[in-house]
């Protein structure tokens, strides 16, 4: 995204985040810092329960990185 930045917390489950390519396991406990501007996805490698925090001043379904 452009115009926010995105914090996930991992509530529950295990899965794979994928920032900018880089590949890293994931599980409960974990935060990560996604930067506006840079590509990322998030793949559940079991159920996975995720809080995403938005941060920015636009925070619309049009912004796609």
């Given amino acids: 995204h452009q115009e926010r930045a ?3 917390a991992v509530l529950s489950g295990e899965g794979i ?6 590949r890293e396991k994931v ?3 974990d ?4 930067p506006r501007g840079h590509r990322h996805s998030l793949e ?4 996975l329960d995720v809080i995403e925090i938005q941060i920015g ?6 912004d796609k990185a």
């Fill in 44 to 47: 559940a490698l079991s159920d």
């Fill in 31 to 34: 935060v990560i810092q996604l």
């Fill in 17 to 22: 985040a994928v920032l900018d390519g880089k």
């Fill in 27 to 29: 599980s409960a406990g």
């Fill in 57 to 62: 001043k636009s925070i619309e379904d049009s």
């Fill in 6 to 8: 995105e914090v996930w």
